[in-house]
Antibody, heavy 119, light 111 residues
């Protein structure tokens, strides 16, 4: 069974840092591209970042570029999001999502982890 | 302000057919596939439609997607109470340095 489990969320002060993790199981993690998507309380979905299966190609939303870093460890079946210089507007539930092969969409999502940026 | 435009709300009665629109531009919907996600209250999003009109296994054929030019639509026929959810369209946008864009979401209410 495919599972994605996020962790690392919590309360952090503005300007602080947090590292999110996404533990993958039930599939060959190293074969799949991955994404982070967030959802502010009561708001819609916002794509945050993408990483290719090997980690060689990375994209970021303009809203997080220069502050967030996506990475993966295929040996540990894990995806990460290092978040620095956090702002109040980064407050959201952060989901990791697997990108199915051949442009078949994000077929599996984690349950999400809540990040709250507040003093 | 979302790059893709969806109506904030839609509604229908059980058994009805409802349609949710998603409007974009030549850099996103006009040149790339459209995806639809369903988000039930308090849960993670779920893939509903990929590559404009394809359904993943397990998604009922009551759900269908279409695309024309720079717009796309999600149709739900035989509306059921469990279809009450938020629906989001998404597409890759070529205009920026690599960017997925979403619609603002449509809250579907089953009356």
């Amino acid at each position: 069974e495919v599972q994605l489990v996020e962790s690392g969320g919590g309360l952090v002060q503005p300007g602080g840092s947090l590292r999110l993790s996404c533990a993958a199981s039930g599939f060959t993690f190293s074969s799949y591209e991955m994404n982070w998507v967030r959802q502010a309380p009561g708001k819609g979905l916002e794509w945050v970042s993408y990483i290719s299966s090997s980690g060689s190609t990375i994209y970021y939303a303009d809203s997080v570029k220069g502050r967030f870093t996506i990475s993966r460890d295929n040996a540990k079946n894990s995806l990460y999001l290092q978040m620095n210089s956090l702002r109040a507007e980064d407050t959201a539930v952060y989901y990791c999502a697997r990108e199915a092969a051949a442009a078949e969409g994000w077929d599996y999502w984690g349950q999400g982890t809540l990040v709250t940026v507040s003093s | 302000q979302s790059v893709l435009t969806q109506p904030p709300s839609a509604s229908g009665t059980p058994g009805q057919r409802v349609t949710i629109s998603c409007s974009g531009s030549s850099s996103n919907i006009g040149s790339n596939y459209v995806y639809w996600y369903q988000q039930l209250p308090g849960t993670a999003p779920k893939l509903l439609i990929y590559r404009n009109n394809q359904r993943p296994s397990g998604v009922p054929d009551r759900f269908s997607g279409s695309k024309s030019g720079t717009s796309a639509s999600l149709a739900i026929s035989g509306l059921r109470s469990e279809d009450e959810a938020d629906y989001y369209c998404a597409a890759w946008d070529d205009s920026l340095s690599g960017n997925w864009v979403f619609g603002g979401g449509t809250k579907l209410t089953v009356l």
